[in-house]
């Protein structure tokens, strides 16, 4: 079975009401390939954004004309409290419009300890996914993204706004009964202003995916496309934006946005 030319951006995947993770490469579920033996070809670089074969990327998977115009460049993806969406301010007004100047939520998660995090409210429960939370709740919303930025901004010196990789994928948590605690608890470095946008008994959501319980003594390494443009091994699960490999190798999807790959499944 081959996947020839695959344009890798982020894993896709479908979330059930029991909150259970299934992820698709290309057409394919990732669940039917499990314990497969997969390899990773890859063909060359081609820009998210302009789709011009490239040899270098700036940003994540654009070239560095895109990465200066791009609205997949906006300052205010990476920093929402710098977002001017709500008074018609932006790099592609259009773009603002349609992703950025809607409601938007602040959420907890623990994946590999406590996090922060920003999203659009249509984003829930991807965004979470794509992070490899175990379990999350929705902590404020706010009209549009810079006022779930400058929240995130106060909250940050409390909690962190990183993914530990590594924890997440080994899932060594926080404790689950001080979770809602310590949420109370971030409401209160809130000024007023902004408390208005906490929501009240919020559920806490665990999530589920398709990945055994990882050894905890056995070093988990990554790959990197750069360095091994070609490799074979056999799938072993998946969880955030990883695929994991039975000798504990991982793959971030992700970090590899824009690479072209023929991936063969035997």
């Known amino acids: 079975m081959l996947l020839e030319n695959h344009h890798i951006t982020k894993m896709h995947f479908t979330v059930s009401e029991d909150m259970k ?28 954004s302009c789709e011009k074969i490239v040899k270098k990327f700036y940003g994540q998977g654009l070239c560095y004309i895109c990465l200066q115009t791009s609205s997949l460049a906006s300052e205010c993806i990476v920093n929402p409290e710098l977002c001017r969406a709500h008074e018609g301010i932006g790099r592609d ?39 490899g939370a175990n379990y999350a709740m929705i902590f404020a919303k706010t ?64 999530i589920n995916y398709p990945l055994p319980a990882l050894d905890p003594n056995i070093p988990i390494k990554s790959i990197k496309l750069d360095k091994t443009p070609i490799f074979t091994k056999k799938l072993m699960g998946v969880k955030g934006q990883y695929l994991i490999f039975e000798d504990y190798h991982v793959l971030q999807m992700r970090n590899h946005s824009g690479y072209v790959v023929h991936i063969n499944i035997e």
């Open 93 to 131: 007004l259009a773009f603002e419009e349609q992703y950025h100047n809607k409601p938007h939520v602040v959420y907890i998660a623990n994946s590999g300890g406590y996090k922060v995090g920003v999203t659009q409210v249509s984003q829930i429960p991807q965004r979470w996914v794509d992070q």
């Open 143 to 206: 009209p549009y993204r810079q006022l779930a930025g400058l929240i995130e901004i106060v909250l940050k010196p409390y909690i962190s706004d990183k993914t530990h990789w590594l924890k997440m994928l080994r899932g060594q948590l926080e404790n689950y009964d001080d979770f809602l605690p310590w949420a109370n608890l971030l409401r209160e470095k809130l000024s007023l202003n902004l408390q208005e946008y906490i929501l009240e008994n919020q559920a806490i959501y665990p």
């Open 21 to 48: 993770v299934e992820y698709f490469l290309g057409n394919l579920s990732i669940l039917d390939l499990i314990g497969k033996q997969v390899t990773f070809s890859f063909q060359h670089l081609k820009c998210l």
